[in-house]
């Protein structure tokens, strides 16, 4: 194996030496340097597998090193180290490109796993992976503790192997959004998704993590707003055999389930308060405690969060708290709406349908004139996830050759809309909650009835998952 070469940049002759004896330990060779001014004439002499720079410096800071590294030397992994910064510190590194930080005092098996995690980074030309390490002299350990850099790799730019995640389009919105899948997929920062229904919020999520140095390890996928509160804690936890009644062995939750990986929380605004609480502690601590269990094991995992309602709204009006909003929205992505990029939609509709059409072996069927035009003017308020249920629906409805308007069937999605806000603004005269259930039973039934009551094909064309779908097959009382 070639031999790496570290460059640690701090003016402290302590720290110097505590950081070359970690690396030759580790069987890697390291140059140091006392300033920026040094560190920079160190760089233009030979090429380094990881930077390792003090965030405050005699003549310039942690970031000014990052930003030169960026721009001269893009491929470098750069791990900006504090003893004097706070939070805002690692969250300006964040900001800056970095891709994780951990703070002081440093432990040297958490240095370790930091660095070996940076050399292991691929080689890429689409700019530096960031590692920032932040803290405060005589502080424990503390709040963002994950220690796994990325790299932009195919996936962060949308362009996978086939079955993997995609994202579809090539108008201005979609390609600004890849280009920050790309960047974030170098970077260890939670990442807040924000976007409508059905936007892909979930695809970005994946394509972040298949892009990130994490791939190998597990996404986690959980559906906030499916789960019942009473259930919350132990889906979340885990839980000890004997923990509660009908506890009858051990079981994981989905935050050891994703350690090692990402956790991505969807919907998270609909987390209730208690379980922002203990989802915020978590996220401090990197330790969790199952259900039943006296001791708190450590995780590590990267948290990707995304809701299509307004998480800033719900801070003030005390629906969701402050500090966890801060935590999880180091870094925003917004995902565009179908109506934003009309231009992408040919362009989806054909390889949605060659996907759909592989996947039952098939031909592809023709797209009438008509029917073009008719998916073009629809308004779309489910996104992508509800063009790709009318043509999947439509895949199965036409002759197999040709699809034509009255394949898709939206003018039925229309009247049903039409009908339910009429009935909303004056004839409804059943009790909201009680009128919005029976439409939601409703549509249910006509799912499960197109599918012949196959309960994961009908959740496909809800456009919800199989969970939610037996959890409301649950609440609602249909066997």
């Given at each position: 194996?070639?031999a790496?070469?570290?460059?640690?940049?701090?003016?402290?002759?302590?720290?110097?030496?505590?950081?070359?004896?970690?690396?030759?330990?580790?069987?890697i060779?390291?140059?140091?340097?006392?300033t920026?001014?040094?560190?920079?004439?160190?760089?233009?002499?030979?090429?380094?597998?990881?930077?390792?720079?003090?965030?405050?410096?005699?003549?310039?800071?942690?970031?000014?090193?990052?930003?030169?590294?960026?721009?001269?030397?893009?491929?470098?992994?750069?791990?900006v180290?504090?003893?004097?910064?706070?939070?805002?510190?690692?969250?300006?590194?964040?900001?800056?490109?970095?891709?994780?930080?951990?703070?002081?005092?440093?432990?040297l098996?958490?240095?370790?796993?930091?660095?070996?995690?940076?050399?292991?980074?691929?080689?890429?030309?689409?700019?530096?992976?960031?590692?920032?390490?932040?803290?405060?002299?005589?502080?424990?350990?503390?709040?963002?503790?994950?220690?796994?850099?990325?790299?932009?790799?195919?996936?962060?730019?949308?362009?996978?192997n086939?079955?993997?995640?995609?994202?579809?389009?090539?108008?201005?919105?979609?390609?600004?959004?890849?280009?920050?899948?790309?960047?974030?997929?170098?970077?260890?920062?939670?990442?807040?998704?924000a976007?409508?229904?059905?936007?892909?919020?979930?695809?970005a999520?994946?394509?972040?993590?298949?892009?990130?140095?994490?791939?190998?390890a597990?996404?986690?996928?959980?559906?906030c707003?499916?789960?019942?509160?009473?259930?919350?804690?132990?889906?979340?936890?885990?839980?000890?055999?004997g923990?509660f009644?009908?506890?009858d062995?051990?079981?994981?939750?989905?935050l050891?389930?994703?350690?090692?990986?990402?956790?991505?929380?969807?919907?998270?605004?609909?987390?209730?308060?208690?379980?922002?609480?203990?989802?915020?502690?978590?996220?401090?601590?990197?330790?969790?405690?199952?259900?039943?269990?006296?001791?708190?094991?450590?995780?590590?995992?990267?948290?990707?969060?995304?809701?299509?309602?307004?998480?800033?709204?719900?801070?003030?009006?005390?629906?969701?708290?402050q500090?966890?909003?801060?935590?999880?929205?180091?870094?925003?992505?917004?995902?565009?709406?179908?109506?934003?990029?009309?231009?992408?939609?040919?362009?989806?509709?054909q390889?949605?349908?060659?996907?759909?059409?592989?996947?039952?072996?098939?031909?592809v069927?023709?797209?009438?004139?008509?029917?073009?035009?008719?998916?073009?003017?629809?308004d779309?308020?489910?996104?992508?996830?509800?063009?790709?249920?009318?043509?999947?629906?439509?895949?199965?409805l036409?002759?197999?050759?040709?699809?034509?308007?009255?394949?898709?069937?939206?003018?039925?999605?229309?009247?049903?809309?039409?009908?339910?806000?009429?009935?909303?603004?004056?004839?409804?005269?059943?009790?909201?909650?009680?009128?919005?259930?029976?439409?939601?039973?409703?549509?249910?039934?006509?799912?499960?009835?197109?599918t012949?009551?196959?309960?994961?094909?009908?959740?496909?064309?809800?456009?919800?998952?199989?969970?939610?779908?037996?959890?409301?097959?649950?609440?609602?009382?249909i066997?």
């Open positions: 194996m070639a790496k070469y570290v460059l640690i940049v701090d003016d402290e002759a302590d720290i110097r030496e505590l950081l070359v004896l970690t690396l030759m330990r580790m069987g060779e390291a140059d140091t340097a006392a920026c001014e040094h560190a920079f004439a160190r760089l233009a002499e030979r090429s380094y597998d990881l930077c390792l720079t003090d965030m405050r410096l005699p003549d310039g800071d942690g970031l000014t090193v990052l930003q030169h590294i960026a721009a001269h030397h893009g491929n470098t992994p750069v791990a180290i504090t003893a004097y910064g706070s939070t805002e510190n690692a969250v300006a590194a964040l900001k800056a490109g970095a891709f994780d930080y951990i703070s002081k005092p440093i432990q098996k958490q240095l370790r796993e930091v660095i070996t995690s940076a050399l292991n980074l691929p080689n890429s030309s689409g700019g530096s992976g960031v590692l920032a390490i932040t803290g405060e002299r005589g502080r424990k350990s503390a709040q963002h503790g994950d220690k796994v850099a990325a790299q932009p790799s195919a996936a962060a730019n949308g362009t996978v086939a079955g993997g995640p995609r994202l579809l389009g090539e108008s201005a919105p979609i390609a600004k959004a890849r280009e920050m899948i790309g960047k974030l997929a170098r970077s260890q920062a939670p990442v807040y998704i976007g409508e229904s059905g936007s892909g919020k979930e695809v999520a994946r394509l972040i993590h298949s892009g990130s140095a994490r791939r190998n597990e996404f986690v996928a959980v559906n707003g499916a789960i019942p509160e009473n259930l919350m804690e132990s889906e979340f936890f885990g839980y000890k055999k923990a009644t009908g506890a062995s051990d079981k994981n939750g989905f050891h389930a994703a350690d090692g990986g990402t956790l991505f929380l969807d919907e998270v605004g609909d987390l209730p308060l208690l379980m922002q609480v203990k989802l915020l502690r978590v996220i401090q601590e990197k330790k969790v405690r199952k259900l039943g269990e006296t001791a708190e094991a450590p995780v590590d995992f990267r948290i990707i969060s995304a809701t299509h309602k307004n998480l800033s709204d719900k801070v003030a009006a005390g629906e969701f708290r500090d966890l909003f801060y935590r999880l929205n180091v870094i925003e992505l917004k995902m565009p709406s179908l109506r934003e990029i009309p231009e992408d939609i040919p362009l989806m509709i390889q949605v349908l060659e996907k759909l059409a592989a996947q039952v072996q098939m031909l069927p023709e797209l009438t004139k008509n029917a073009l035009n008719a998916l073009m003017d629809y779309y308020p489910g996104n992508v996830r509800e063009l790709e249920n009318i043509l999947e629906r439509s895949l199965a036409c002759d197999g050759k040709v699809i034509d308007t009255a394949d898709l069937y939206l003018t039925e999605a229309r009247d049903t809309t039409s009908s339910g806000a009429a009935n909303l603004s004056g004839e409804r005269t059943l009790p909201l909650h009680e009128y919005l259930d029976q439409i939601e039973r409703q549509q249910i039934m006509k799912a499960l009835e197109a012949r009551f196959n309960k994961t094909a009908a959740a496909k064309v809800l456009g919800i998952t199989f969970r939610s779908l037996r959890y409301r097959l649950d609440r609602l009382g066997e």
